[in-house]
């Protein structure tokens, strides 16, 4: 759980004066209604109170103290926090050393006064002190010294009373930040390596389209070629099932007529499914069946007596003949 503090940590506070040569803060935007002030939040020694921020927490201070306000009262500074409220906010911290250097945009038109009154101390040369106001987890103590765990800072307030002892301050302030300028040929080497990186950002669109389209292209072809050797597969493999087939139809023919059994083709026509579907043994018992029962009737035909022709008009077969062989034929 967090615990919220008031810390007397004061720092000097400096405002950067509108002609103040070789002040660039690049990174800070343009803005005619800031005052700017560059100041030393803090550092990882302890203060005039024995209260310490470690450099393990800087990180945490500089996340949190972005946009954080910059507080004082009105009219002029009091010694402490009471009556105070913000003048501006914090723009950017950063780490240098054991410190954590910050810049200040104060609010030239909200509380013109008040930044006016700063700017005539700051004019003479007097301290303008900061002094923090921070959240922190908890903290531990070693040698009377206090040292401070997650840590967020809160604010900043302008103070009558330094506790840093001059070692946080303000260094400079300005109604706006200058920046550094540059020369006519950089500038246009700037426009030309923009315009050549443009160019080249267009081609590398183009040849990206043209790569996808190409990816498409080879897509859609592979599809094709895919149901082309599908077609093909299934072709093939009708033509080597009819071709199977005629051969196992001519292996039969010959089995037939090896067991001297013949057959016309309406025979194997009629009960071609019939014939493919059996196996090696299947096709020999028919084989031999067929062949048993051929013997059987040649047999039967030789003991058979044949009928007389009837057609001749005499004949020398008696009547109990004739009786005996249409019975048989009969049979």
């Keep these: 759980m967090e615990t919220s503090t008031q810390i007397d940590n004061d720092f000097e506070l400096e405002l950067i004066d509108d002609d ?9 935007v343009r803005n005619p209604a800031f005052r700017w002030a560059k100041f030393i939040l803090t550092d990882d020694q302890p203060n005039v109170n024995k209260v310490r921020i470690p450099k393990e927490e800087f990180g945490n201070i500089i996340k949190s103290g972005i946009l954080a306000p910059i507080k004082m009262a009105a009219i002029k500074m009091k010694d402490g926090h009471e009556e105070s409220f913000p003048l501006g906010v914090i723009a950017n911290l950063v780490e240098e050393g054991n410190r954590i250097i910050g810049l200040a945009a104060l609010w030239k038109k909200e509380r013109e006064s008040d930044v006016e009154y700063l700017k005539a101390l700051h004019d003479k040369k007097t301290p303008l002190n900061l002094s923090w106001e921070i959240f922190y987890r908890d903290s531990t103590k070693e040698d009377g010294i206090e040292t401070l765990h997650g840590t967020v800072l809160k604010a900043a307030t302008l103070v009558g009373r330094p506790a840093y002892a001059g070692r946080t301050q303000i260094l400079s302030m300005a109604s706006q930040i200058t920046e550094d300028t540059l020369s006519e040929e950089e500038i246009k080497a700037l426009q030309e390596k923009a315009q050549a990186l443009e160019v080249e ?18 897509t ?21 099932l009819a071709q199977a087939k005629t051969e196992k139809l001519a292996a039969l023919k010959t ?10 083709e309406d025979y194997f026509v009629q009960n071609e499914e019939k014939l493919l579907n059996l196996d090696e043994a299947g096709l020999d018992f028919i ?42 034929a009969r049979q």
């Design 20 to 28: 103040a040569p070789g002040e660039a803060f690049a990174s800070v």
């Design 201 to 218: 950002n267009s081609e590398l669109k183009v040849k990206l389209q043209t790569s996808e389209e190409t990816v498409t292209s080879l």
């Design 220 to 240: 859609t072809e592979k599809e094709t070629l895919a149901q082309e050797n599908a077609s093909l597969v299934e072709y093939k493999t009708k033509i080597e």
């Design 255 to 264: 089995k037939f007529k090896e067991a001297g059994i013949e057959r016309d």
């Design 287 to 328: 084989l031999q069946e067929l062949a048993s029962f051929k013997e059987t009737l040649s047999t039967a035909s030789d003991k058979t007596q044949k009928l007389p022709d009837m057609t001749k008009q005499k004949t020398n077969i008696s009547g109990k003949d004739l009786g005996k062989a249409l019975r048989e």
